[in-house]
């Protein structure tokens, strides 16, 4: 059975701030990983997913996997007060359709 | 956009009663899928089917039955629910090749 453990458990920041959220998983096969967003009272959302070794932008988002070392991160430039929510890690298994979830990182803008 | 609805979107049982959560899915996915949420554990998969007719069990299915009926509908039910399945649960589906998942916004149950 995957493993997917985030880190921190919770991030606060000032507006405007670049954050970076981790994650690591147990199988470096695994197909590809994708973050989440969840606003209270709501389902998760997918963000961004990546599958190869390197980084992934999308707006001001940028994802970097490194297979060998079992981990990802999310880089959220310029945060938002929109961005305030909580972010998921989860891994796609080999041959599997299903997504294994992290407890995720619970992302505050100072007030 | 991809469509999960769940219903009912709040439920509160007793213990020991029986319980089934709805879900509907209009995006031709092949996949659907059962999560409980709880503080603490983070998201948890409990069934999931690939089609109609089919049923995979997940990570934490004991107290858990699931039918798939159509491609667009997938059923939870809870026979004898307990206090322990008080939870937030989450439709999703999913097709094969993109393996974006979708999710509904929950059902929330409370068993007293």
């Known amino acids: 059975q995957e493993k997917v453990q985030q880190s921190p458990e919770s991030l606060i920041v000032p507006e405007g701030a670049m954050s970076s959220l981790n994650c690591t998983f147990s199988?470096?096969?695994?197909?590809s990983i994708w973050w989440y967003q969840q606003h209270p009272g709501k389902g998760p959302e997918a963000l961004i997913?990546?599958?190869?070794?390197g980084n992934k932008k999308e707006g001001r988002l940028t994802v970097y996997l490194n297979r060998a070392s079992l981990h990802v991160s999310l880089h959220i430039r310029d945060s938002q007060p929109s961005d305030s929510a909580v972010y998921l890690c989860?891994?796609?298994?080999?041959?599997?359709?299903?997504?294994?979830f992290g407890k995720g990182t619970k992302f505050s803008l100072i007030p | 956009e991809a469509a999960v609805t769940q219903s009912p979107r709040n439920k509160v049982t007793v213990t020991g009663g029986n319980v089934t959560l709805s879900c509907r899915q209009t995006?031709?996915?092949?996949?659907m899928y059962w999560y409980r949420q709880d503080t603490g554990h983070g998201l948890r998969l409990i069934h999931y089917?690939?089609?109609?007719?089919?049923?995979q069990i997940g990570d934490v299915p004991d107290g858990y039955k699931a039918t798939r009926t159509t491609q667009e509908d997938f059923f939870l039910l809870l026979e004898l629910a307990s206090p322990s399945q008080t939870s937030l649960y989450f439709c999703?589906?999913?097709?094969?090749?993109?393996?974006?998942?979708?999710f509904g916004k929950g059902t929330r149950l409370t068993v007293v």
């Open positions: 999703a589906s999913s097709d094969a090749r993109r393996g974006q998942v979708f």
């Open positions: 989860a891994v796609r298994g080999t041959g599997s359709n299903r997504l294994t």
């Open positions: 997913s990546i599958f190869s070794n």
């Open positions: 089917s690939y089609g109609a007719g089919n049923l």
């Open positions: 995006n031709s996915h092949n996949y």
């Open positions: 199988n470096s096969a695994s197909q």
